[in-house]
């Protein structure tokens, strides 16, 4: 379990897991999560407000990102077969 911070306007970077699923809860500020569809064009996959749950399974494309003005906090639970930071695809 972590805590990532994205600060205001910023992103990470889009990314996918091999062997593990991730859980997500938004602590303080709203996220914005992006995927890929099927032709590799960016798609939002929502916008999640103060308290909200995000599943990201294995093999999803995902990107989090503050599009606000105000810091972003989310909780990330890592579970499956091998929740190593080597088992991150980046695009």
């Known amino acids: ?52 749950s995000i599943h990201i399974q294995r093999n999803q494309w995902h990107q989090l990102s503050n599009e606000t003005d105000m810091p972003l906090k989310v909780v990330e639970i890592q579970y499956g077969d091998n929740c190593i930071e080597e088992d991150i695809e980046r695009r």
Do not use: C, I
């Not at 994205?6 to 303080?28: C, G, I, N, T, Y």
């Open 1 to 52: 379990m972590k805590e990532l911070t994205v600060e205001p306007r910023k992103r990470l970077s889009m990314q996918r897991h091999k062997d593990r699923a991730e859980h997500w809860f938004v602590a303080e500020g709203t996220a914005t999560v992006y995927t890929l569809n099927a032709s590799t064009d960016y798609e939002v996959l929502g916008e999640f407000p103060t308290h909200s």
